[in-house]
């Protein structure tokens, strides 16, 4: 890397927090939003613009910076592509800026190889030390606040799958399809990341088209939905696939509760169904617990004592409606999970 890409590096990051001249967009008091602010410049927690920046920036020998604030100039920046050095996004609604995570290019690789005369295709991601939200759960009993953390993070990676973007960095909607704990990253400021994409299906409102390939019975089972399991699931629908994952993920919110703390009290960490079906279940054990008996994991009883975590109760049983297209939208999940956390204790994680 030359001494150059650092000079220039930092002068984007300038030009975004709008320290430098350049255009100007006046906007009126009404079509102003409110930005999360975290970048050297802020003044408080938030600002207002018209629209919100996140801005990833490397200077050379240093790890990439995070900077987040509003934007009123140059808003040509919001439209260049990301580069070795300099990540610029912008959004235009309230708030928007406070999830979104970038990368540089070339910090993901992806790569082909052999082994044992199988070719292998090798996708190479950033490294979350705290592993899969399964390792994680295994090893960390969580107290209230981090439990919603976890699942707020979770929803908003969820919800931004399953939602199509339009415009010229936009994006198609995305069904995962085998969402479980183990495919739930737990990154190093303890938010969740939705991980393993190899069985999604991508749908756009242009194109109408759905590649699911020959068996939509896929995933893993002791995940799956009931119209999964009896294949009764609309295969021409892409909301289908999305009321799958909204079942598998209030799977994921009943792992998380089941570790949470309660007025001292905690339990070990089992997977969903674990007390109703073996250690590898197979279609017909998970459809006779599923779709014969109905069954559902059992809630603790002790989330009835906290009121927030009696609200994550509850959003798990609206995620298992046996009709699927009653259950909860991700994005209704991800707006009820961050009114459940308001409490303004940074999570932390206890040993």
């Known amino acids: 890397m030359t001494s150059e890409i650092p000079r220039k590096g930092l002068l984007m990051l300038l030009v975004a927090l709008g320290l430098t001249k350049g255009g100007v967009v006046k906007a ?15 003044k408080k927690p938030t600002c207002q613009g018209a629209w919100c920046t996140v801005v990833l920036v490397r200077e050379q020998g240093g790890h ?5 604030g509003c934007g009123n100039m140059n808003p040509e920046l919001c439209l260049g592509r990301p580069t070795e050095f300099v990540h610029h996004h912008c959004c235009y609604r309230s708030f928007c800026n406070h999830n979104v995570s970038l990368v540089l290019e070339g910090f993901i690789a992806s790569d082909m190889t052999s082994r044992n005369s199988s070719t292998q295709l090798w996708l190479i991601t950033h490294f979350h030390e705290h592993g899969s939200l399964y390792d994680f759960l295994q090893r960390q009993p969580l107290e209230p606040q981090l439990a919603l953390r976890l699942a707020v993070s979770a929803a908003c990676g969820l919800a931004h799958l399953h939602v199509e973007i339009f415009g010229t960095q936009g994006k198609p909607a995305i069904a995962h399809r085998d969402l479980k704990s183990r495919n739930v990253l737990v990154k190093s400021d303890l938010q969740c990341c939705i991980a393993d994409l190899g069985l999604a299906v991508m749908h756009s409102q242009g194109s109408d088209y759905l590649d699911i390939g020959n068996n939509p019975r896929v995933g893993t089972k002791r995940y799956m939905a009931p119209e999964v399991l009896d294949e009764q699931i609309r295969t021409d629908c ?10 598998a993920f209030g799977l994921v919110l009943w792992e998380i509760a089941r570790r949470t703390i309660i007025n001292g009290i905690v339990e070990d960490y089992k997977p969903p169904f674990y007390d109703m079906v073996p250690n590898d279940p197979s279609f017909d054990d998970m459809k006779k617990v599923v779709c014969t008996d109905q069954q559902t994991p059992t809630i603790p009883n002790r989330l009835a004592a906290d009121p927030v975590l009696s609200g994550l109760a509850q959003m798990m049983r609206e995620c298992w409606y046996p009709n699927p297209s009653a259950r909860l939208t991700a994005l ?19 040993h």
């Open 28 to 42: 009126s008091k009404d079509q102003l939003v409110n930005c999360t602010c975290e970048n050297p410049h802020c």
């Open 64 to 68: 990439p910076q995070v900077h987040r």
């Open 238 to 247: 892409f909301e289908s696939y999305k009321w799958t994952d909204v079942w």
């Open 332 to 350: 209704r999940i991800k707006k009820t999970l961050q009114k459940l956390s308001h409490h303004p204790e940074k999570p932390k994680v206890t």
